[in-house]
């Protein structure tokens, strides 16, 4: 998995850095198919808006994005955003699988 961040208009400190990598590296938890996790910190008026795109596979991509005045506080928020979004996508991969078995086992029979 490829962690990238992004400083646009800010200049990003080893701190910033280390703590977005931290982050971004533990969503693989949560879903184990993840290619790469792009992460972008911007500076707007007095206001930072961080963004985090992570793509998977089958070309699934999931976004969350925030503005707010704590970068620190912005990560968290944005991961805790994005570890809803795979837990709910891989909830769903789930139940469309089904929990029956090739040979039927699990199936009840009609009475």
């Known amino acids: 998995m490829q962690i990238t961040v992004t400083g646009r208009h800010v200049d990003l400190t080893d701190d910033i850095r280390n703590y977005i990598e931290e982050k971004a590296g533990k969503l693989s938890r949560f879903y184990d198919r993840i290619h790469e996790i792009e992460v972008v910190l911007d500076h707007e008026s007095e206001q930072f808006k ?14 969350a994005s925030l503005t707010g005045p704590d970068t620190f506080a912005l990560i968290d928020v944005i991961t805790d955003k994005l570890e809803r ?27």
């Open 85 to 111: 979004q795979l837990r709910t996508y891989k909830e769903k991969q789930k139940k469309h699988k089904g929990n029956s078995s090739a040979d039927g086992a699990g199936l009840e029979s009609p009475e």
């Open 50 to 63: 961080a963004e985090i795109i992570v793509r998977a596979d089958q070309k699934h991509t999931f976004v």
